[in-house]
């Protein structure tokens, strides 16, 4: 099968690197195995010379041409908010590639997206009268710039681990774990979970951290639990003078143990598709304070269980939020509500909700307005 992957200028690295590693891994695992199937020739193409994706990277792609391949992916493009993506939609190159579409479309080819790249795809036409799943917090946007009826959608909720739930035994656990770290009972203990330092604002949680009034700074602990180079980080924090207030722990396998002993978390992110500690830190009961382009924030203002630093980010929002998660009376009630909301049954049911939902599709339970295959998809996790 000849596979033409359509990488748009701005393509999301994530989601180009996922749809080239999973065609090769599975031609690799085809040559493995005693599948009788031909592999998959793939290639990146583009609409104009020079690519480069949202991080800057330069992408080698091929011409268009006049070839139509068996199969088209068009993978998201690095704009995950609703004005920068639609002043995205709007670009020359953009108008291209839906000619392309169209034409490849009309040529037989079968038609897939992922993720925001359903809205490249949606713009050519070739989606109109059939169903698509999109980024889960873009359903509205979609809605309202393609028409597409409420009952059309199909959302997909959270997958997170039963694990990080609040505990019966949390509140041991709590005490076992801050007498290892020497954490005094009197102290606020703040915790940045996440890969990845310069995406996930590890910045900002320090210069924020820098920023609290003396007595609660000395009064407070920031643990940051991820695998990522520290070293710049380190250096600001000595700078800073808060080297006896900021640890760095390596990625962990105890993650819950951290989450039960910890006051708040704080994920100040740049760019955060969804943001799977949010929910964790909830139902493990913790209040939180991120920013709002983290796809998991609404989740946050739903449950009333934290805090939201606005879009467009200014620092001094996040250390006047800071002091007010470290010292509100709603600490409690945050506390309690995102509790409460790990009850809620289907917040684990990501994998198991979109198996019932692929399932009925190719069982023709959803009914098809026209016979020609068109599918389009989204990732079920990020990390």
């Not at 990277?57 to 992916?73: E, K, S």
């Not at 609703?82 to 839906?98: I, K, M, Q, S, W």
């Not at 199909?154 to 949390?170: F, N, Q, V, Y």
């Amino acid at each position: 099968m000849r596979v033409d992957v359509l990488a748009l200028d701005g393509v999301f690295d994530l989601g180009l690197s996922a749809i080239l590693d999973a065609f090769q891994t599975a031609n690799e695992l085809l040559d493995v195995s005693a599948i009788a199937a031909a592999p998959f020739r793939v290639r990146t193409v583009g609409v104009r010379r020079r690519v480069r994706t949202a991080q800057g990277l330069t992408v080698p792609v091929h011409p268009i041409g006049a070839r139509t391949a068996d199969c088209v992916v068009v993978p998201a493009i690095g704009f995950k908010m609703p004005g920068p993506l639609e002043a995205a939609l709007a670009r020359p190159d953009v108008r291209d590639a839906g000619d392309a579409l169209r034409r490849w479309s009309r040529d037989g080819a079968t038609m897939s997206a992922a993720c925001v790249g359903t809205f490249v795809m949606a713009e050519s036409g070739v989606l109109d009268y059939q169903r698509a799943t999109t980024t889960w917090w873009l359903a509205p946007l979609f809605r309202r710039r393609y028409g597409t009826q409420w009952e059309r959608l199909h959302p997909l909720p959270p997958g997170i681990d039963r694990s990080r739930r609040a505990s019966a035994d949390r509140a041991d656990i709590r005490c076992a774990f801050r007498r290892e770290f020497q954490i005094g009972d009197d102290e606020r203990l703040l915790l940045f979970v996440g890969s990845g330092f310069i995406k996930k604002g590890l910045d900002r949680a320090i210069e924020a951290f820098a920023a609290l009034p003396d007595a609660l700074r000395r009064a407070s602990r920031l643990f940051v639990v991820g695998e990522d180079n520290a070293k710049p980080f380190e250096k600001r924090i000595a700078r800073l003078g808060l080297t006896d207030r900021i640890t760095f722990f390596s990625g962990r396998e105890d993650v819950p143990r951290f989450l039960f002993s910890a006051d708040a978390l704080l994920l100040p992110a740049y760019d955060e598709n969804t943001g799977t500690v949010i929910l964790e830190a909830m139902i493990a009961g913790l209040p939180v304070l991120v920013t709002e382009n983290c796809g998991y924030a609404q989740y946050v203002e739903q449950a009333n269980a934290g805090l939201i630093v606005h879009i467009p980010y200014e620092q001094l929002a996040l250390d006047d939020k800071l002091v007010e998660l470290l010292t509100s009376p709603e600490r409690d009630r945050w506390r309690q509500n995102g509790i409460a909301f790990g009850n809620r049954p289907d917040i684990y049911r990501l994998v198991e909700t979109a198996v019932d939902r692929l399932e009925a599709f190719a069982s023709g339970r959803y009914r098809r307005p026209t016979p020609k295959p068109e599918m389009a998809f989204c990732l079920l996790n990020y990390p």
